[in-house]
């Protein structure tokens, strides 16, 4: 009897098995990603009233990112995706999108390779965001997946 049950429980467990489906973001080719900008998470510390988000699109196929920051209450001398490990480090800039920015939004396209890709998948990217005043970073903002609605 008691094999007869483990047969049983054996075949249940292979049909729940079977029968899950792989979903999810990372099945997109399409992979969302956003920043809260602030002076909080600065280093070296600096203490601002300005802020600003980041919006992201990865496409995994072409390894293109595309990125809509805006801010607000600051006028920068550039406007740049660093990386950082750990992430709350400062790091060494990977790409510049900006120097002396007009008005108060950047957007464009950036290229990645292979290790940037895993920077930035593994929550290593953050935008960075000087002025005259705060030459390391005004405000910073690191690059996180946004949560999947399914």
């Not at 049909?15 to 999810?24: D, L, M, Q, T």
């Not at 203490?47 to 595309?66: I, P």
Request: hydrophobic share 40%; with cysteine; aromatic share 8%.
């Amino acid at each position: 009897m008691k094999r007869f049950l483990l047969l049983i429980a054996g075949v249940m467990m292979l049909g729940f098995v079977s029968s899950c489906k792989e979903e999810g973001p990372h099945k997109d080719d399409i992979v969302r990603f956003s920043a809260v900008i602030n002076s909080a998470p600065t280093v070296p510390k600096a203490t601002s009233s300005a802020q600003g988000t980041g919006v992201f699109e990865y496409n995994k196929t072409t390894m293109d990112l595309k990125y809509n920051i805006t801010y607000q209450n600051i006028t920068p001398t550039s406007v740049n995706i660093h990386s950082a490990n750990p992430a709350w480090e400062a790091g060494p800039m990977v790409f510049p999108l900006s120097n002396m920015p007009a008005g108060n939004q950047v957007q464009g396209n950036v290229k990645l390779n292979v290790e940037q890709q895993t920077m930035l998948i593994t929550g290593m990217l953050y935008v960075n965001i000087p002025t005259a005043e705060n030459i390391y970073g005004e405000i910073r903002g690191q690059i996180l997946p946004e949560e999947s609605n399914d």
